[in-house]
């Protein structure tokens, strides 16, 4: 049974600096993994996607790698606002049109 | 500005009653899929449907918890009898079947919020 967690569960911030947010999972063999956003009292919003046979993906000061044979997922949020305050969860799809499996996710606060 | 449409966002009821909660997919769209999160088990996948058609409910505890699309525009999520147990946020995402097939792209609601006393 595919397990994913994400460590630290929170991370607080000064306004600026980069954040480093990372995801484990037991099984490597995945479809491909997921960077979503949660904001408090909404629905979860899709961040990046990574097909098994990437290695990262960007978008804007986002960036995650994928690490599958480590079971890794980073994404990095660079020159972090107050406004990426948020939860971030990680989730991966073990094969095409599947279930995702969530992490715990990570719950930020950038300090302005 | 499409979305996903669940109501009613907060549910407060008490236990032994029955809940129903609704999801409007975004038009168009062809799976739907029902979550539950909490604090303790984190984000939990309920059901899955395709074309109306339940493909998984394994999550789903089936003594209590029933999940419906009786049209393309409507699914439903209902609890019978609710139990202190049940509180959680519930979840609707809805996506294309390419996307979904393809890629497990989905699109969530803002989710309800029940409370089971």
């Known amino acids: 049974k595919q397990e994913v967690t994400q460590i630290p569960a929170a991370l607080s911030v000064p306004e600026g600096e980069n954040l480093v947010l990372n995801c484990s999972f037991t099984?490597?063999?995945?479809?491909?993994l997921q960077w979503f956003r949660q904001d408090p009292g909404k629905g979860l919003t899709s961040l990046l996607l990574i097909q098994s046979s990437q290695r990262e993906q960007t978008s804007g000061r986002l960036n995650a790698s994928l690490d599958k044979s480590s079971g890794r997922s980073t994404l990095y949020i660079a020159a972090s606002q107050p406004g990426d305050s948020a939860t971030y969860l990680c989730a991966v799809g073990k094969a095409a049109g599947n279930k995702l499996t969530f992490g715990g996710g990570t719950r930020v606060l950038v300090k302005p | 500005d499409a979305r996903v449409t669940q109501t009613p966002r907060h549910k407060v009821t008490e236990m032994g009653q029955e809940v129903t909660m609704r999801c409007q997919p975004i038009l168009g769209h062809n799976t739907v899929f029902w979550y539950r999160q909490t604090m303790m088990q984190g984000l939990e996948l309920l059901a899955y449907?395709?074309?109306?058609?339940?493909?998984?409910d394994s999550g789903m505890p089936k003594d209590r918890f029933s999940a419906e699309m009786p049209d393309a525009t409507l699914a439903t999520l209902k609890i019978q009898p609710s139990e202190p147990r049940d509180s959680a946020v519930y979840f609707c995402a809805s996506g294309f079947e390419a996307e979904t097939l393809a890629k497990n792209i989905q699109y969530f609601g803002a989710g309800t919020r029940l409370s089971v006393l």
């Open positions: 449907f395709r074309n109306r058609a339940p493909l998984d």
């Open positions: 099984d490597s063999a995945i479809y491909n």
